[in-house]
């Protein structure tokens, strides 16, 4: 079992920044993916980035160039730093994890709110 706790989010002006952190724990060895989805109401889930085990990381169009999603092997952690924040970008945000051949974990899921 892998089990996911995020920190961070909360409110930010257009054109600032915050930083969103996954604490993983449990089988962390099983994971081989980890990443962000986000949903803003009414809009379907959008998967925001990922990294993959080996560090291959992918992200969504709307973010590229301004989030950036890093592994903290020693703390079990991946981090979400999103820079140049639009209204757009708000949304809930949580993290997940593919474990084993097929597993998922999620995480409680935090806002993060961009308005001025």
């Known amino acids: 079992q892998v089990q996911l706790v995020e920190s961070g989010g909360g409110a930010a002006q257009p054109g600032g920044s915050l930083r969103l952190s996954c604490a993983a724990s449990g089988t962390i060895s099983s994971i081989y993916i980890t990443g962000w989805y986000r949903q803003a109401p009414g809009k379907q889930r959008e998967l925001v980035a990922s990294?993959?085990?080996?560090?291959?990381?992918n992200y969504a169009d709307s973010v590229k160039g301004r989030f950036t999603i890093s592994r903290d092997t020693a703390k079990n952690t991946v981090n979400l730093q999103m820079n140049s924040l639009k209204p757009e970008d708000t949304a809930v945000y949580s993290c997940?994890?593919?474990?084993?051949?097929?597993?998922?974990?999620w995480g409680q899921g935090t806002q993060v709110t961009v308005s001025s």
């Open positions: 997940y994890a593919n474990y084993r051949n097929s597993a998922q974990a």
């Open positions: 990294i993959t085990r080996i560090g291959r990381t």
